[in-house]
């Protein structure tokens, strides 16, 4: 069973950068597409971003595209979601999960994904 634990979150000032990573373990981690979402306390968990596990092709919400970027290593069985340009309300706790494997769908709904990692707080403020 696919397990994932998320890092390289932190504080940063408005219009700063950070890498967050997703680290897989425990199943075969290029048959899964891997999903990113965030969740601010007291709100419903949202979308953010997508890879595939075919062609790495990646999709993105309207609120992070031409500021966020997905990638994969499938040789690390890591995915890297590089932040730029953040902004207050990109305050959240981040989620990686991860698709069933063989399944080649482009989502970022939430009841789509089956393996999710424990989330790492992402905080931009000055």
């Known amino acids: 069973q696919l397990q994932l634990v998320e890092s390289g979150g932190g504080l940063v000032p408005p219009g700063g950068s950070l890498r967050l990573s997703c680290a897989a373990s425990?199943?075969?981690?290029?048959?899964?597409?891997i999903g990113w979402f965030r969740q601010a306390p007291g709100e419903e968990r949202e979308g953010v971003s997508c890879?595939?596990?075919?062609?790495?092709?990646?999709y993105y919400e309207d609120a992070v595209k031409g500021r966020f970027t997905l990638s994969r290593d499938n040789a690390k069985n890591t995915v890297y979601l590089q932040m730029n340009s953040l902004k207050p309300e990109d305050t959240d706790l981040y989620y990686c999960?991860?698709?069933?494997?063989?399944?080649?769908?482009?989502?970022?709904?939430?009841?789509?994904?089956?393996?999710w990692g424990q989330g790492n707080q992402v905080t931009v403020s000055s």
């Open positions: 999960a991860g698709l069933k494997p063989g399944v080649v769908i482009t989502t970022t709904l939430v009841y789509d994904y089956d393996y």
């Open positions: 425990g199943g075969t981690f290029d048959h899964h597409a």
């Open positions: 890879i595939s596990n075919s062609d790495g092709s990646t």
